[in-house]
T-cell receptor, first 116, second 112 residues
């Protein structure tokens, strides 16, 4: 079983809704990631938090807003999404923090988002 | 230079056969090469990884072969089983960055 837990597993939302995806890990990892994965494609990096500070934002539209309340939790706030944002959103964590190395990524099972 | 090219896109193998997936990269600064396995509806999971100081790494039925001069690495699955049917992604990463460059993925189907 994965040690990165994501909720909800499935989410359907309209373009005017506000929703949030949540991710939790208790492995003591200091880096946490959000990836987006479209069908039959590899994961695409969205954000990286290192020691609870935003380290990387891959030019993601502002309708996606990440938040890292503490070292174990990562949220992704969603607002005014478009149908093309429908995808599997994966959270991941890795032990490395300060060194800036991804190291081994531990992925959650993902949140399947559908935007109507 | 940041791309990792993966082939084949899909692969069908008989049970007990050998599955081979290849990846090629251009950036010689990459120094960590993992393979991830992803089942439908699940997140990717690390299968095996290698660093450029070794040419081969084996874990059970899974072997990575690494050719530094050719800038290529491959995954060999020996005695392939139907339970190995999944999508496999190679990736490359460089020290000092959080970024993985993923290959495009290979959908493996092992026939019973």
């Amino acid at each position: 079983d994965t040690e990165v837990t994501q909720t909800p597993k499935h989410l359907v939302m309209g373009m005017t809704n506000k929703k949030s995806l949540k991710c939790e890990q208790h492995m003591g990892h200091r880096a946490m990631y959000w990836y987006k994965q479209k069908a039959k494609k590899p994961p695409e990096l969205m954000f990286v938090y290192s020691y609870e500070k935003l380290s990387i934002n891959e030019s993601v539209p502002s309708r996606f807003s990440p938040e890292c309340p503490n070292s174990s939790l990562l949220n992704l706030h969603l607002h005014a999404l478009q149908p093309e944002d429908s995808a599997l959103y994966l959270c991941a964590s890795s032990r490395s923090g300060l060194a800036g190395e991804a190291g081994e990524l531990f992925f959650g099972e993902g949140s399947r988002l559908t935007v109507l | 230079q940041q791309q990792v090219k993966q082939s084949p896109q899909s692969l069908i193998v008989q049970k007990g056969g050998i599955s081979i997936i290849n990846c090629a990269y251009e950036n010689t600064a990459f120094d960590y090469f993992p393979w991830y396995q992803q089942f439908p509806g699940k997140g990717p999971a690390l299968l095996i990884a290698i660093r450029p100081d070794v040419s081969e790494k084996k874990e059970g039925r899974f072997t990575i072969s690494f050719n530094k001069s050719a800038k290529q690495f491959s995954l060999h699955i020996m005695d392939s089983q139907p339970g190995d049917s999944a999508t496999y992604f190679c990736a490359a990463s460089r020290s000092g960055t959080y970024k993985y460059i993923f290959g495009t993925g290979t959908r493996l189907k092992v026939l019973a």
